[in-house]
């Protein structure tokens, strides 16, 4: 099973911006290596986070994948929250496969963007 953990945490320095870690592990196990579409799916789209998100840092530790962004803006905020909403559905769609915890210590990502 694919195991996501979002982590929200406001940055103490500032009013508007907060902290995100994303953690990818496991794998679906859906299908055979190399043919698993929802294993695929997930890590396309943590390759677009990793791609497209202002200054991110990226780790690899064993199985796990990490992403974590420090000030996360406004413009970054569409990206995170197409990230948590696509994987949401994934895992709705394939619950035996992808299990997604969040852990949300700030209000939404989006409020009247």
Do not use: W
């Amino acid at each position: 099973m694919i195991q996501v953990q979002i982590t929200k945490t406001k940055n103490k320095l500032s009013a508007i911006s907060s902290t995100v870690e994303i953690s990818v592990r496991g794998h679906a196990m859906s299908a055979p290596y190399g043919q698993d579409i929802v294993c695929a799916a997930i890590s396309v789209l943590f390759t677009a986070v990793a791609n497209h998100l202002s200054n991110p840092v990226v780790d690899f530790i064993g199985d796990e994948s990490i992403i974590s962004a420090d000030d996360v803006n406004p413009a970054n905020r569409r990206l995170l929250v197409m990230f948590e909403d696509t994987v949401k559905e994934i895992a709705e769609q394939y619950p035996d496969n992808v299990h997604l915890l969040i852990q949300d210590n700030v209000p939404p990502l989006i409020q009247g963007d």
